[in-house]
């Protein structure tokens, strides 16, 4: 499957999804891990993608997104952003309706 | 040789300041890692993820070769800059 398919795929089949450096249990960098953390916080239930160890995506995604970094939340397909706007949309408390709508 | 594999603030600065002529520009850290700082009209009525794209995308190719591993954006107007330096004045009444 070419890769653009692929993200095309999870983004459609996951309302709530992280493209991160490691895992959520062992963040692999410290934007990650708190992207991840702001997430959790919410709790809803969410996909995640380790970049590390899909380089084809790693290379890809940012072309899609216009975003050049990881993290990267998407919900419903579309961009959110990376680290510093989860943690603003937390601080604003916007993260959890968002999220949550999301997911219903 | 330093220089060459990573960037330095006034390199982030120059660029931004080519884009965003108008714009106050302030950079924090250091080797890879960085924060920015900009101040400009240009972003009236846009969203901080509008508001970031533009300035990240101006480092794409190092953002994804490692040469600058993060650049964290803070983008305001100077309408939102002016109200925060309000609240401040404000709070020393």
């Not at chain 1, 997104?65 to 916007?94: M, R």
């Not at chain 2, 890692?33 to 993820?49: C, H, M, P, Q």
């Not at chain 2, 190719?61 to 401040?88: D, I, Y």
Request: with cysteine; glycine share 8%.
């Amino acid at each position: 499957m070419r890769t653009e398919d692929r993200i095309n795929k999870q983004l459609a089949e996951n309302p709530v999804i992280i493209y991160m450096k490691g895992t959520p249990e062992q963040p692999s960098c410290g934007f990650s891990a708190r992207a991840v953390a702001a997430i959790r916080s919410t709790g809803v239930d969410f996909a995640w993608v380790n970049v590390l160890e899909s380089p084809f995506i790693l290379e890809k995604l940012p072309s899609i997104s216009n975003w050049p970094t990881y993290p990267q939340l998407f919900v419903n397909g579309e961009i959110v952003g990376g680290c510093d706007i989860v943690e603003e949309l937390l601080a604003n408390g916007e993260l959890g309706p968002l999220l949550k709508q999301a997911a219903a | 040789m330093a220089d060459q594999q990573t960037m330095d603030g006034d390199e982030i600065i120059s660029r931004v300041k080519q884009h965003y002529p108008d714009a106050v520009v302030d950079v924090a850290g250091a080797d890879c890692s960085f924060e920015l700082y900009v101040i400009s009209d240009a972003f009236e009525g846009l969203n901080t993820l509008k508001r970031s794209q533009p300035i990240l995308a101006l480092f794409r190719e190092e953002l994804a070769s490692g040469k600058l591993h993060a650049l964290s954006v803070k983008a305001k107007t100077p309408k939102e800059q002016a109200g925060v330096a309000g609240l401040v004045q404000i709070q020393g009444l």
